[in-house]
DNA sequence: CAAATATAATGAACATTGTTCATTATATGA
DNA sequence: TCATATAATGAACAATGTTCATTATATTTG
């Protein structure tokens, strides 16, 4: 069925098109500014097509939401030339900062938002399989710390919670204006530094 | 001019009555749901009439958003009963952390919804005087640490930037939904556990 | 190849929002 | 009592997500 084929090609890109389009006009004005009438006018196909493949904008948001990490984990990739695990849980932290801040309404969309999380909380059976492994990810980094008897005393699942809280809180406070809000003496380098004093917590432990 | 008087006394109760309409349901059905519609339906007056005393929704977000903080205020003050800085540190975090877990939708307005701090970004001169001001107790607290010889080598703003990230973004985090997806053992319980950690790091400090 | 069928795309229409403003009602002062 | 100022109304508008009957295109069949 050569045909069949063909088309399930066909629709495959249509839904990347439509998925690109997004993605595009999401970066440029955000979550609310894209509208689902400005995506079909960006790609030249109507209103009820982008419909056809996708069940609801929230679908949209979540598909972005998933690309976003497959986007993030490329970047962490970088992070398995580092053998010291301590070192390796420092510069994760910088790496997740750099993203945070490179790609802001990204990260929203990511970690704040709760429209992509809607989708898992309709389909009950699946989870957020993204967010368990890059959670994982830095668990084990944080696991093998402690082997090396970093940590002393600490629990494993809490403590990770803590650092993932940490530098998504500074992230998340500078990116809903609320850093700026304060008014620091520098004020978009304040979660870098904010993250520096955090490195000198870790060398003492 | 008693006429006067009371016309202004009757202006600020209707405004009081809009505000605390749009607190019960905002509380109840969090900010989407809360049209102005609902709100001048909850007590019997007309869209127009919620224009009259709010120049838009955001504006009514910001004043929620300041109740918020007035309310947050008024628990932190028990903090004026704990001598030592390093125990009202330790005593804050729990506070602000009970906070965020009973007044979800509360906190979300406060420190993470974008919608409150566009009025502020409206009218430049404002600024963000709770959120500074509440900076500011958190700052204070931490430089009374220093000043007791705790977080040697450590600058005040940035260390207080990072503490209040920390708190903040784990229950960013708990509310987006975000730990829950992660399936940790102890979900509900997670915010606390990841706090309990810090306490530990706290202590060797 | 032509007709019948299946698939894909369309865009007008609906419901719901925030918001505005001409109109109506009410209260105040002359 | 009437003129004027103040307050309240709710219909109407624009923008949005969403649906679905209609139209267009492609595929299959006789």
Redesign the interface.
């Known amino acids: 069925m050569a045909i069949a084929d063909r088309k399930a090609k066909e629709k495959e890109q249509l839904k990347t098109l439509i998925l690109n389009s997004a993605r595009k006009l999401f970066v440029q004005n955000g979550v609310e500014q894209t509208t689902i009438r400005s995506i079909a006018k960006n790609i030249d196909y109507s209103v009820g097509t982008v419909y056809l493949y996708f069940k609801d904008k929230n679908a949209i948001l979540n598909e972005l939401h998933s690309l976003g990490f497959a986007q993030l984990g490329e970047q962490f990739k970088v992070l398995a030339n580092v053998e010291k695990p301590m070192e390796r849980l420092m510069a994760m932290g910088r790496l997740y900062i750099n993203f945070a801040m490179e790609n802001p309404d990204m990260y929203e969309l990511m ?4 429209a992509p ?1 809607a989708v ?2 309709e389909s009950k059976k699946e ?2 399989d993204e ?2 492994s890059a ?1 994982g990810v830095l668990k084990t980094t944080v696991e093998q710390c402690i082997n090396q008897h970093h940590f002393e ?3 494993a ?3 990770t ?2 650092i ?10 500078q990116i ?4 700026k ?5 520098n004020e978009d380098q ?2 870098s ?6 490195l ?2 870790l060398k ?2």
């Open positions: 970690f704040t938002l709760k999380m898992l909380n989870e957020w967010g368990k959670f005393g600490h629990k699942e809490p403590l919670f803590m993932w809280g940490l530098v998504h809180g500074m992230c998340s406070l809903s204006d609320r850093a809000a304060v008014h620091f003496e304040i979660v530094a904010g993250y520096e004093e955090f000198k917590i003492k432990l």
